[in-house]
């Protein structure tokens, strides 16, 4: 379960692959730090278990989104959620860190109250959009809270939460180079040819929705750049049904897989189409001029749009409080509407340095070009517990 390497034992929950990958870059800055005198305990995915962990199970087990899909799956989750507080208080860690997935992590960090240990979150919830009392609740059980954004630590520590802005992951990819050249030699894309980079989102619902509405987009792009190519990053769980679909698009389309494929189309792209979500701040720190697009069905959009407050939806247009990322949402994302608002991407030069500047500005709010996020946050964690570096 544990590491064998001395040092401070530290306690971490990740409960979805996002929380794995951020956990995984949390343990490997512990061990830099720390000299590898540090050691974990607790559940997380491979990346986890590849830094060091043992998972007490597989993370898998709480992997489960929406209501109607976790309900069959309630007991084994409570179970699950009785043997990781079961665990954590047998091993009296030196601290207990969560990641995310604030439905179970919280919940966690509740009934693990008289620890006797530091107990932080990482990742706040985003009571800025909806839910604002749970603000003042977590001040109740936690000891500490970790933020991705800038604009959060106020709307916490008004209620006597210790809150430390660290930064947004995807900004440790800054400043990196990629061989663009090669990407189009090998994908066989002409090196001039305008090239427009679509990411409809990594559940099927999304790709569902959003795919035949970016392949209209295309055809009426491809109306004024008749040599134009598209790239279509992916995962494993669409990728599939991407392939299929897009074969009998209008123009060629290059489908790339994997982190490294990901960033070097956003470098050899010109311009991009994108769901709304992460992906929204990598292709700022990419500085790729972008339109962001979402659909839900009908009710879901009804009641989003009394629930959740805030004036946009990319992490970009909220944090510089401006719209960046153009934005086309339910009945705005049209084929018309998107190419509309690309096309001055493409086309207008004087545009497209403002679009890049703005990235720049957001990229450094969100913690680029500085302490990589994931350190600044095994710093504090290592104070927290009280551990000599």
């Known amino acids: 379960m544990t590491s064998t390497t001395g040092g401070p034992l530290i306690f971490l929950v990740a409960g979805e692959p996002s929380g794995d990958q951020l956990g995984a870059r949390l343990m490997a800055e512990l061990k830099a730090e720390t000299g590898g005198r540090v050691r974990f305990a607790g559940?997380?995915?491979?990346?986890?278990?590849?830094?060091?962990?043992?998972?007490?199970?597989?993370?898998?087990d709480l992997s489960v989104m929406g209501l109607a899909e976790v309900l069959p799956h309630l007991p084994r989750i409570l179970t699950r959620m009785r043997q990781t507080v079961a665990a954590a208080r047998a091993l009296r860690p030196d601290a207990v860190v969560t990641i995310d997935s604030p439905s179970f992590t919280l919940r966690v960090m509740h009934k693990l109250t008289g620890i006797g240990c530091p107990r932080i979150h990482y990742v706040a919830p985003q009571v800025w959009a909806w839910k604002p009392w749970r603000a003042k609740a977590m001040a109740g059980y936690l000891d500490r809270l970790l933020t991705l954004l800038p604009f959060e630590p106020p709307i916490f520590e008004q209620h006597g939460l210790a809150t430390d802005f660290v930064g947004h992951p995807v900004v440790e990819t800054a400043g990196r180079t990629f061989d663009t050249l090669q990407f189009r030699a090998q994908h066989t894309i002409p090196t001039q040819a305008p090239l427009i980079c679509l990411l409809p989102g990594s559940r099927k619902s999304e790709v569902k929705r959003l795919l035949p509405v970016f392949e209209e987009t295309v055809a009426l792009l491809a109306q004024q750049l008749p040599d134009l190519h598209v790239v279509l990053p992916t995962v494993a769980g669409v990728e599939r049904r991407v392939r299929r679909v897009t074969r009998a698009w209008p123009v060629p389309v290059t489908v790339v897989t994997g982190t490294e494929e990901r960033y070097t189309a956003f470098a050899a792209s010109h311009a991009a189409i994108a769901a709304s979500g992460t992906v929204a701040v990598e292709l700022a720190v990419a500085q790729?001029?972008?339109?962001?697009?979402?659909?839900?069905?009908?009710?879901?959009?009804?009641?989003?749009?009394?629930?959740?407050?805030?004036?946009?939806?990319?992490?970009?247009?909220?944090?510089?409080?401006?719209?960046?990322?153009?934005?086309?949402?339910?009945?705005?994302?049209?084929?018309?509407?998107?190419a509309d608002a690309l096309q001055p991407l493409l086309d207008d030069t004087e545009r497209r340095a403002a679009y890049v500047s703005a990235c720049q500005e957001a990229a450094k709010a969100l913690g680029a070009f500085g302490e990589p996020p994931s350190r600044k946050a095994a710093r504090i964690v290592l104070e927290a517990a009280g551990a000599d570096r």
């Open 43 to 60: 559940v997380g995915g491979d990346r986890m278990e590849g830094e060091g962990l043992q998972s007490l199970f597989p993370m898998s």
């Open 288 to 338: 790729l001029p972008t339109v962001v697009a979402y659909r839900v069905n009908r009710l879901t959009a009804f009641l989003a749009r009394r629930l959740i407050h805030v004036r946009y939806v990319s992490l970009p247009n909220l944090v510089m409080d401006r719209p960046i990322q153009p934005e086309m949402l339910q009945e705005d994302c049209t084929p018309t509407k998107l």
